[in-house]
């Protein structure tokens, strides 16, 4: 948990609402009266009914933690090593489990450093529950109550979770975060990446910060929300009457999740705060003692962790996670359909395609077939391919005849397995039908200045060094008989439905160069990323010759039309361009 000189705005909200005494903490501090670490047996039926969640497996992962700080200067602050390596241990377990892992890098962090975030494979992802605790801890020392036994906890409930696999009714999201200790960096990065739409997928954010400490107490965040149901229901089946978290609030990730307007709960077993007289009777351990006398301290060790606490507080989440997120029964086999883009247009006579992706969310991939409906009057619609194994993708192809019915349509895509799974996309289908035609080059003469044309310095010109064409003026490039590079470009807009579509321009090569052949010199002529022609010195002529290409493949598209000239170290060719059209008819 991250310390007590926070900024003005979060120290604020804080001490507002702080009742604690802070004073020195004691030498050692007295464990809580049960020692024990077996799962508890007053737990009701509904309760039982989440997995027990090992405590020695727990632990198994502490002295992971306690042996990375040993081989790394003795802690696991953010950007060390040692939190570098404890990422590494915690993400190698997940991907093994099958989750999907990805790693989130915290540019603004005091020690910019990753976040490690996991969701399992399955449930709807606008129904989102997360579940996070700090990785890092502070440079004092390994760090294992403070937060090694959150991130345990989270990583054996975890592991559970994809060694049940069970049917799952949300999409449950494992968090790690990075720079806590420096001022909840990493997750205030996290939330501030998120768009409104995501953060309004996240139903709820659960946080666990030092879930072991050895004179521990049971606080939950906002004990009395709804949010906080199932974590409370839990520790009242013990009979723990679990107390609000005062001494934590605003000191941990759950803080930056609650700003954005997201409902945050978790559990947490006290810090430096001391224990109340009446809290060690109902719970054990001492009164007027620290709960965690080793809070940021070197023996922050395995030693520093009550296995009691810790049980409770593993088995709680896994009470929670189950009661949130899971289903019942065998899991069925299902998958779910998405389009990229959601919002299309094409014009008449022309298409335009999107990507259709499925995914496994429970069970085993199976075959889905797509469809399409909704499209308006004169508007296909084809799937390359028309059917995939969930966890696939395809090509869905929209392609307007030049009669289409134009305007704003949902076109629903339909995956059919054993369920029946939809997405849909919004198309816009533009135009007034038939050939628009006409020439779509614009100043192809060369007589109205550069506009629309971007050229290189001094290649539209009326230099009496080489006669246009028509007119005055015409594309001179090259022609310097020195290593040059010109360029003449010019964005067009090919109108669709139109039986014939042909780019001319008249062309004149000179050039000083005697080989015949060797291309030393060049010009390529490109539409978008397609190469038409290329000539040479080879090709030098007296006068100019005209250059015809059908460019229909480029109907309904704006591209690029690129002349490209490239001259070698000596003797000159200057290919001078004139009177350039792109004629759709």
Same mark, same amino acid.
């Given at each position: 948990?991250?310390?007590?000189?926070?900024?003005?705005?979060?120290?604020?909200?804080?001490?507002?609402?702080?009742?604690?005494t802070l004073a020195?903490?004691?030498?050692?501090?007295?464990p809580?009266?049960?020692?024990?670490a077996?799962?508890?047996?007053a737990?009701?039926?509904?309760?039982?009914?989440a997995p027990?969640?090992?405590v020695?497996?727990?632990?198994?992962h502490?002295?992971?933690f306690?042996?990375?700080a040993?081989?790394?200067?003795?802690?696991?602050?953010?950007?060390?090593?040692?939190?570098?390596?404890?990422?590494?241990?915690?993400k190698t377990?997940?991907?093994?489990?099958?989750?999907t892992?990805?790693?989130?890098y915290?540019?603004?962090c005091?020690?910019?450093s990753?976040?490690?975030?996991?969701?399992?494979?399955?449930g709807?992802?606008?129904q989102?529950?997360?579940f996070?605790?700090?990785?890092d801890?502070?440079?004092?020392?390994?760090?294992?109550?403070?937060?090694?036994?959150?991130?345990?906890t989270?990583?054996e409930?975890?592991?559970v979770?994809?060694?049940?696999?069970?049917?799952?009714?949300?999409?449950?999201r494992?968090?790690?975060?990075?720079?806590?200790?420096?001022?909840?960096?990493?997750?205030?990065?996290?939330?501030?990446?998120?768009?409104?739409?995501?953060?309004?997928?996240?139903?709820?954010?659960?946080?666990?910060?030092?879930?072991g400490?050895?004179?521990?107490?049971?606080?939950?965040?906002?004990?009395?929300?709804?949010?906080?149901?199932?974590?409370k229901?839990?520790?009242?089946?013990?009979?723990?009457?679990p107390?609000e978290?005062?001494?934590?609030?605003?000191?941990?990730?759950?803080?930056?999740?609650?700003?954005?307007?997201?409902p945050?709960?978790?559990?947490?077993?006290?810090?430096?705060?001391?224990?109340?007289?009446?809290q060690?009777?109902?719970?054990?351990?001492?009164?007027?003692?620290?709960y965690?006398?080793?809070?940021?301290?070197?023996?922050?060790?395995?030693?520093?962790?009550?296995?009691?606490?810790l049980?409770?507080?593993?088995?709680?989440?896994?009470?929670?996670?189950?009661?949130?997120a899971?289903?019942t029964?065998?899991p069925?086999?299902?998958?779910?359909?998405?389009?990229?883009?959601t919002?299309?247009?094409?014009?008449?006579?022309?298409?335009t395609?999107?990507?259709?992706?499925t995914?496994t969310t429970s069970?085993?991939?199976q075959?889905?077939?797509?469809?399409?409906? !909704?499209?308006? &009057?004169?508007?296909s619609v084809?799937? +390359?391919? @028309?059917?995939?194994?969930?966890? $696939?993708? /395809?090509?869905? =192809?929209?392609?307007?005849?030049?009669?289409a019915a134009?305007?704003?349509?949902?076109?629903?895509?339909?995956?059919?397995?054993?369920v029946?799974?939809?997405?849909?996309?919004?198309?816009?289908?533009?135009?007034?039908g038939?050939?628009?035609?006409?020439?779509?080059?614009?100043?192809?003469?060369?007589?109205?200045?550069?506009?629309?044309?971007?050229a290189s310095?001094?290649?539209?010109?009326?230099?009496s060094?080489?006669a246009?064409?028509?007119?005055?003026?015409?594309?001179?490039?090259? !022609?310097?008989? &020195?290593?040059?590079?010109?360029?003449? +470009?010019? @964005?067009?807009?090919?109108?669709? $439905?139109? /039986?014939?579509? =042909?780019?001319?321009?008249?062309?004149?090569?000179?050039?000083?160069?005697?080989?015949?052949?060797?291309?030393?010199?060049?010009?390529t002529?490109q539409?978008?990323s397609?190469?038409?022609?290329?000539?040479?010195?080879?090709?030098?002529?007296?006068?100019?010759?005209?250059?015809?290409?059908?460019?229909?493949?480029f109907?309904?598209?704006?591209?690029t039309?690129?002349?490209?000239?490239?001259?070698?170290?000596?003797?000159?060719?200057?290919?001078?361009?004139?009177?350039?059209?792109?004629?759709?008819s």
């Amino acid at each position: 948990m991250r310390g007590r000189t926070l900024s003005a705005g979060i120290a604020l909200a804080v001490f507002a609402g702080m009742t604690v005494t802070l004073a020195a903490q004691p030498a050692t501090a007295s464990p809580s009266a049960a020692t024990t670490a077996t799962r508890p047996t007053a737990a009701s039926a509904a309760v039982l009914a989440a997995p027990d969640i090992s405590v020695s497996n727990v632990q198994a992962h502490l002295t992971q933690f306690n042996s990375i700080a040993s081989s790394n200067g003795g802690n696991r602050r953010a950007g060390s090593a040692g939190y570098t390596a404890s990422l590494s241990y915690v993400k190698t377990k997940l991907q093994a489990a099958g989750y999907t892992v990805s790693e989130q890098y915290c540019s603004s962090c005091t020690y910019p450093s990753n976040n490690l975030i996991a969701e399992w494979p399955g449930g709807p992802a606008d129904q989102v529950v997360m579940f996070g605790a700090h990785l890092d801890g502070v440079s004092a020392g390994p760090g294992i109550n403070d937060n090694g036994s959150g991130s345990a906890t989270l990583l054996e409930n975890a592991l559970v979770l994809a060694a049940q696999n069970p049917t799952v009714t949300k999409k449950v999201r494992f968090a790690w975060w990075t720079d806590e200790e420096q001022g909840l960096n990493g997750s205030r990065f996290y939330v501030n990446s998120l768009n409104s739409t995501q953060r309004g997928y996240i139903k709820g954010y659960y946080n666990f910060d030092m879930v072991g400490s050895t004179n521990g107490g049971y606080f939950i965040n906002r004990v009395s929300s709804t949010t906080a149901a199932p974590l409370k229901a839990y520790w009242d089946s013990l009979g723990l009457q679990p107390e609000e978290n005062v001494e934590g609030q605003g000191r941990s990730d759950d803080y930056y999740f609650q700003q954005a307007g997201i409902p945050t709960s978790g559990y947490a077993a006290g810090a430096s705060a001391r224990k109340t007289s009446s809290q060690a009777a109902k719970w054990g351990g001492t009164a007027n003692a620290a709960y965690d006398s080793c809070y940021h301290r070197s023996c922050d060790t395995t030693a520093n962790v009550s296995a009691t606490v810790l049980n409770r507080s593993a088995d709680g989440v896994a009470y929670a996670l189950w009661q949130l997120a899971v289903g019942t029964g065998t899991p069925t086999n299902d998958f779910s359909v998405a389009v990229s883009p959601t919002a299309l247009s094409v014009a008449r006579g022309a298409s335009t395609s999107a990507t259709v992706s499925t995914a496994t969310t429970s069970g085993s991939a199976q075959t889905v077939s797509l469809s399409a409906s !909704g499209a308006p &009057s004169g508007v296909s619609v084809s799937f +390359s391919p @028309s059917s995939v194994t969930s966890g $696939g993708s /395809a090509t869905v =192809t929209l392609t307007a005849s030049s009669s289409a019915a134009t305007g704003t349509v949902t076109v629903t895509v339909t995956g059919t397995g054993s369920v029946t799974r939809t997405a849909s996309l919004t198309l816009t289908v533009t135009g007034t039908g038939g050939c628009a035609g006409g020439q779509v080059v614009g100043n192809g003469g060369f007589e109205s200045g550069t506009t629309p044309w971007t050229a290189s310095s001094g290649v539209i010109t009326n230099s009496s060094g080489q006669a246009a064409r028509t007119g005055s003026y015409k594309a001179w490039l090259d !022609g310097y008989g &020195s290593t040059h590079t010109d360029t003449l +470009s010019q @964005s067009v807009t090919v109108p669709a $439905g139109c /039986a014939s579509y =042909t780019l001319s321009f008249w062309l004149h090569i000179d050039t000083a160069e005697t080989t015949t052949s060797t291309a030393y010199d060049k010009l390529t002529v490109q539409v978008g990323s397609t190469t038409l022609a290329t000539y040479s010195n080879l090709n030098a002529a007296s006068g100019y010759t005209q250059r015809t290409f059908n460019v229909a493949g480029f109907a309904g598209q704006t591209v690029t039309l690129k002349f490209t000239g490239t001259e070698d170290s000596s003797l000159q060719t200057s290919f001078v361009i004139d009177d350039v059209t792109l004629q759709a008819s």
